[in-house]
C-alpha cells in the first residue's frame, strides 16, 4: 500500500504571494490532517478535513486555509506568505473516524519565503 | 490550550543502552502516539496507545499510557545507530478533537558505536 505522498516537496517562494501544496492521503483514509513544523514552535496542528468537510482548526491566520476533494486528496493554501511560513508544511492521513486516530505523515513539503 | 512537556530534549548514549523518555500533559488525552522522524522524512508512527495503564511494545520499543491519561513513556532497549533521530509523543484529546494531534517539543537520540 503506498503511503502519503506530498507534492511538491520543496518551494521557494517571495513575500506576498501565495502557494498551494496537495497531499494524497493512503487508500482508503478519509482523514487528513495538516501540520506546520518549525524550529521554535515544532509540530503544530494546522487542521483537518474528513468527507470533504473541516471538522478542526488550529490557531492560525485566515491566510492559510484547505480544502478536501471526493476521493479525499487535499490541498492547503497559504496567501500572502510571510518569512515566518518557512516550515516544513507535513500533511497525515487516518482511515478511523473519532475513536482511534493513528495518523500516518507524509514526507513534507519544505517551504522557504524569501 | 494543551501543551505537552516532552523530557529529555537530547540524549547522547552509548550503542547498546537503553533509553528512556516520556512526556506529561496538563490535560487528560485519549490517545498517546510515539513518532520518530529523521531528517528530510516525515514522522513514523512507532507505537500507539487507546487506554490508560496500557503497556504495548514494538521490538525494542515499549510505550505506556499514564494511568492519570496525562502522561506516557517511551523506552528504547538495547539501542543501536539506526536508532538516531528525533522522537516525539503525539497526544490526542476527546470530544471533538478529531484529527488534531497535538505534539511534544522532541527527544533528539544520538547512538555513538
Known amino acids: 500500500k503506498a503511503g502519503v505522498t506530498q507534492t511538491p516537496r520543496y518551494l521557494i517562494k517571495t513575500r506576498g504571494q501565495q502557494v498551494t501544496l496537495s497531499c494524497s492521503p493512503i487508500?482508503?483514509?478519509?482523514?487528513v490532517s495538516w501540520y506546520q513544523q518549525t524550529p521554535g514552535q515544532g509540530l503544530q496542528f494546522l487542521f483537518e478535513y474528513f468527507s470533504e468537510t473541516q471538522r478542526n482548526k488550529g490557531n492560525f491566520p485566515g491566510r492559510f486555509s484547505g480544502r478536501q476533494f471526493s476521493n479525499s486528496r487535499s490541498e492547503m493554501n497559504v496567501s500572502t506568505l510571510e518569512l515566518g511560513d518557512s516550515a516544513l508544511y507535513l500533511c497525515a492521513s487516518s482511515s478511523k473516524q473519532v475513536a482511534y486516530n493513528e495518523q500516518f505523515f507524509g514526507p513534507g513539503t519544505r517551504l522557504t519565503v524569501l | 490550550g494543551q501543551q505537552l512537556n516532552q523530557s529529555p530534549q537530547s540524549m547522547f548514549i552509548q550503542e547498546g543502552e537503553d533509553v528512556s523518555m516520556n512526556c506529561t500533559s496538563s490535560s487528560i488525552f485519549n490517545t498517546w502516539l510515539w513518532y520518530k522522524q529523521e531528517p528530510g522524512e516525515g514522522p513514523v508512527l512507532l507505537i500507539a496507545l487507546y487506554k490508560a495503564g496500557e503497556l504495548t511494545s514494538n521490538g525494542r520499543l515499549t510505550a505506556q499510557f499514564g494511568i492519570t491519561r496525562k502522561d506516557s513513556f517511551l523506552n528504547i532497549s538495547a539501542s543501536i545507530p539506526s536508532d538516531v533521530g528525533i522522537y516525539f509523543c503525539?497526544?490526542?484529546?476527546?470530544?471533538?478533537?478529531?484529527?488534531?494531534?497535538?505534539f511534544g517539543q522532541g527527544t533528539i537520540l544520538t547512538v555513538h558505536p
Open positions: 503525539a497526544g490526542r484529546g476527546g470530544g471533538t478533537s478529531y484529527g488534531k494531534l497535538t
Open positions: 487508500s482508503g483514509h478519509r482523514s
